[in-house]
């Protein structure tokens, strides 16, 4: 094999599993190939990813030590992305009766959950998450999108017990957009206890579908590593939850006059792009 080739089908296996420690022995063998060369490769590969701020790889030394690839999104392309995607979302046929907003396209855009789901991974690359949570319907392709940077498995909380699901563990919120009291509930083999979940949705205006799973987690003896939603409003009257990351505010939405008003939200800010 060139080293062209080599180099290629390198990157592709290790972009294909992030977060994962690939063991230099394991290139050599695959490549037939002396360790020295994988490592000049190697290089190569972590200086591209640096000079284009678009992705990390990590070396570890030592006898157990290797290479991980960590999806990471530079600072100029995620407030770029966002500035756009703000833009996209104070399109006035977007408003909903309720105030709400249509997102649909956007959550169903391969290209758009891919740049979403790099940029929440960014933000949680260095923390310790073991499962990403979301609730039916709309958050399970983000949640699907962030699980797949993070390289983590995702569960999907729902409001009607399936069958296929076995005992579930159930809590009741109130859900902000409602006002009302509903019930949540997860299946009891989803979490295994001590996990760190990561919870996102699509949509929060009070947050309390995000303090519906906040309960959950904690009913499976789990921890929040994080809470991201794709959309925040700030016209709430009161928000129930302090500790989140968003990457869209919705400022202000007038369903009579038909105006958005957007901008990037705090992701931007909670972020640590001084990785690189």
Same mark, same amino acid.
């Given at each position: 094999?060139k080293?062209?080739?080599r180099?290629v089908?390198?990157?592709?296996y290790?972009?294909?599993?992030?977060h994962t420690?690939?063991?230099l022995?394991?290139f050599?063998k695959?490549?037939g190939?002396a360790?020295s060369?994988?490592?000049?490769?190697l290089s190569i590969?972590?200086?591209?990813?640096a000079?284009?701020?678009?992705?990390?790889?990590?070396t570890?030394?030592g006898?157990a030590g290797?290479?991980k690839y960590?999806?990471?999104?530079g600072?100029e392309?995620?407030r770029?992305?966002l500035?756009?995607l703000?833009?996209?979302?104070?399109?006035?046929?977007?408003?909903l009766p309720g105030?709400?907003v249509?997102?649909?396209?956007?959550l169903?855009?391969?290209e758009?959950?891919?740049?979403?789901?790099?940029l929440?991974?960014?933000t949680y690359?260095?923390?310790k998450?073991d499962y990403v949570?979301t609730?039916?319907?709309?958050g399970?392709?983000?949640?699907q999108?962030?699980?797949? $940077?993070l390289?983590?498995?995702?569960?999907?909380?729902?409001?009607?017990?399936?069958?296929?699901?076995?005992a579930t563990?159930s809590?009741? $919120?109130v859900?902000?957009?409602?006002?009302?009291v509903?019930?949540m509930?997860?299946?009891?083999r989803s979490?295994?206890?001590?996990?760190?979940?990561?919870i996102?949705?699509d949509f929060?205006k009070?947050?309390?579908?995000?303090?519906g799973?906040?309960?959950?987690v904690?009913?499976?003896?789990?921890?929040?590593?994080g809470?991201a939603?794709?959309?925040e409003t700030?016209y709430a009257?009161?928000?129930?939850v302090?500790?989140y990351q968003?990457?869209?505010?919705?400022?202000?939405?007038?369903?009579?006059h038909k105006?958005?008003?957007a901008e990037?939200?705090?992701i931007?800010k909670?972020?640590?792009?001084?990785?690189?």
């Open positions: 094999m080293r062209s080739e180099l089908d390198m990157v592709k290790l972009i294909a599993r992030p420690l690939i063991p022995p394991f050599a695959r490549y190939a360790k060369s994988i490592s000049e490769d590969f972590k200086k591209t990813l000079q284009q701020k678009n992705g990390i790889l990590e570890i030394p006898a290797g290479v960590i999806p990471f999104m600072e392309e995620a770029e992305y500035n756009k703000a833009a996209q979302i104070q399109d006035p046929d977007r408003i105030n709400f249509y997102l649909s396209d956007i169903g855009s391969p758009q959950l891919a740049k979403i789901g790099q929440i991974a960014t690359a260095y923390s998450i949570m609730v039916e319907t709309k399970i392709a983000l949640a999108a962030v699980s797949r $940077y390289n983590v498995p995702f569960v999907i909380v729902r409001h009607r017990p399936k069958i296929t699901e076995g563990i809590v009741n $919120y859900a902000s957009s409602s006002e009302r509903e019930k509930e997860l299946a009891k979490l295994p206890a001590g996990s760190n979940v990561l996102v949705d929060m009070g947050g309390g579908t995000l303090t799973m906040e309960e959950l904690n009913e499976f003896g789990c921890h929040v590593g809470m939603v794709l959309c700030q009257s009161q928000k129930v302090d500790d968003s990457l869209i505010k919705i400022t202000s939405v007038n369903r009579v105006v958005i008003e990037p939200g705090n931007l909670q972020t640590n792009f001084n990785r690189f």
